[in-house]
């Protein structure tokens, strides 16, 4: 087939289909609205998926990320560029990343309440941070809480790609058994941080 005859092909079967995106559905179909608790819905969605979520305020938030980590065994820990500019500390480098961090913290764009999902926006580093630790620690203001994910996917990351994540890593590729840990951090824990 001439690459003519290809090419007017796929326009007729184009032409054909309906370019338009299906509308979203109503309000009234979707499990929460904006004047539900999110906090309390995203919490709640946080221990249905594996994930330790808490509601922390500002002032608490560093004291809290102390008496998680002390409760580690010598963490090696490797910052996010906004987490680390928010808790003065230096970012990861690609040396850390390498070198197997036990403990990644990172904020998230956007959470999704009614199932616990994390948004990120990607950068250089972003995809690694979110599974190269044993523990991921994410950052999560409060008013970055929507509803469920049409309303995620409605505030477009710019330029950027967004990538979501719901819970800790989990697999049963082999022979059934459910293994966590294998394709990213074993355990995910949720700070969301309100003002205060």
């Known amino acids: 087939m001439k690459r003519s005859a290809f090419i007017d092909r796929v326009r007729a079967a184009l032409a054909t289909t ?3 995106p299906r509308p979203l559905p109503p309000r009234s179909l979707r499990r929460l609205d904006a004047s539900a608790d999110l906090s309390a819905a995203f919490v709640e969605a946080c221990s249905e998926v594996g994930v330790t979520g808490l509601l922390v305020t500002r ?6 990320l102390d008496r998680i980590l002390g409760g580690m065994d ?6 996010g560029p906004r987490a680390a ?3 003065g500390q230096p970012a990861a ?6 070198a197997g961090p036990s403990v990644a913290i990172t904020e998230a764009e956007v959470a999704i309440a009614e199932t616990a999902t994390l948004g990120f926006d990607t950068d250089v580093r972003s995809p690694w941070l979110a599974i190269a630790a044993h523990t991921h620690i994410v950052l999560v203001d409060v008013d970055r809480l929507v509803p469920d994910l049409i309303d995620a996917l409605g505030d477009p990351p710019g330029q950027r790609a967004r990538f979501f994540v719901t ?3 989990k ?16 355990e995910l ?4 941080v309100a003002p205060g």
Do not use: F
Request: no cysteine; aromatic share 2%.
């Open 18 to 20: 309906n370019p338009r």
């Open 59 to 64: 002032g608490e938030l560093s004291a809290r």
């Open 74 to 79: 010598t963490p090696q820990v490797v910052y």
């Open 85 to 87: 500019a928010r808790l």
């Open 93 to 98: 480098t690609e040396a850390a990343l390498r």
């Open 167 to 169: 819970g800790p890593s």
């Open 171 to 186: 697999t049963a590729d082999i022979e059934g058994v459910l293994v966590t840990g294998v394709h990213g951090p074993a």
């Open 189 to 192: 824990i949720v700070l969301l």
